[in-house]
């Protein structure tokens, strides 16, 4: 069965630092990935998604993440942070249900302080 | 367009009450989901709808029953519900993307705040 790992529970970093945050599966097949961002009262919002080609993803609000096979990893990257991004960070991977329907496995999500 | 739109935002209702939670969405999208998020917990699938069909139902307690009556709607009918079941519940939707890397993208919408007294 898949799974999903987020291996820190809290963040906290400075604002205009910049920003690592991790994500394992496991996955038998080449797996569909998603980071979402959950700002508090809010729903989720995709911030951005792997399926093939290219391993370095790029996605909204300056984020990136790569697709690490061999480490089976896909990490949330930020060059520079802004205290409008502190949130819950979700990783997902998504399997087939059939029918055209999806089932998303979220990590336990890992929780994201800025300090101006 | 990645909009999928829930009403109400927030719902207080007793445990004899009979309400409804609302979604929809006009992105052409066939598959819609039930998802379930307690407070500083990941969201938890309950229920996917395939082409307006149920698919999955991950072992909800009868007192939720949803209801998908055409390809943009759906719906999650509460009864008799107990206080645990307060939590913030999460309409999605998705579509296989048309573009070449084929894969599926599941878009939420921002949740109804449920608060069961």
């Known amino acids: 069965a898949q799974s999903v790992t987020q291996p820190d529970i809290h963040i906290t970093v400075s604002e205009g630092a910049s920003l690592e945050l991790r994500c394992n599966y496991s996955y038998g097949a080449t797996p569909y990935l998603f980071w979402y961002v959950q700002s508090p009262g809010q729903g989720l919002q995709l911030l951005l998604k792997y399926f093939s080609g290219d391993t370095l993803v790029q996605g909204i609000k300056g984020f990136e993440a790569e697709f690490k096979r061999s480490q089976s990893s896909f990490n949330l990257r930020k060059p520079s942070v802004h205290w409008s991004d502190a949130a819950e960070y979700f990783c997902?991977?998504?399997?087939?249900?059939?029918?055209?329907?999806?089932?998303?496995?979220f990590g336990k999500g890992t929780k994201l302080s800025v300090i101006p | 367009d990645t909009e999928v739109t829930q009403t109400p935002k927030h719902l207080v209702m007793g445990m004899t009450n009979k309400k409804s939670l609302k979604c929809e969405q006009h992105?052409?999208?066939?598959?819609m989901y039930w998802y379930k998020q307690k407070a500083k917990k990941p969201p938890e699938l309950m229920f996917v709808?395939?082409?307006?069909?149920?698919?999955i139902n991950e072992s909800v307690p009868s007192r939720f029953s949803p209801e998908c009556p055409n390809s943009s709607l759906l719906n999650l009918h509460l009864h008799a519900l107990q206080p645990e079941d307060s939590a913030l519940y999460l309409c999605?939707?998705?579509?296989?993307?048309?573009?070449?890397?084929?894969?599926?993208?599941?878009?939420f919408g921002e949740g109804s705040w449920l608060t069961v007294v």
């Open positions: 709808y395939s082409y307006e069909k149920l698919s």
């Open positions: 999605a939707s998705s579509l296989r993307d048309r573009g070449r890397d084929g894969g599926n993208t599941i878009y």
């Open positions: 992105m052409g999208h066939r598959a």
């Open positions: 997902a991977v998504a399997t087939g249900s059939g029918a055209g329907s999806y089932q998303l496995t």
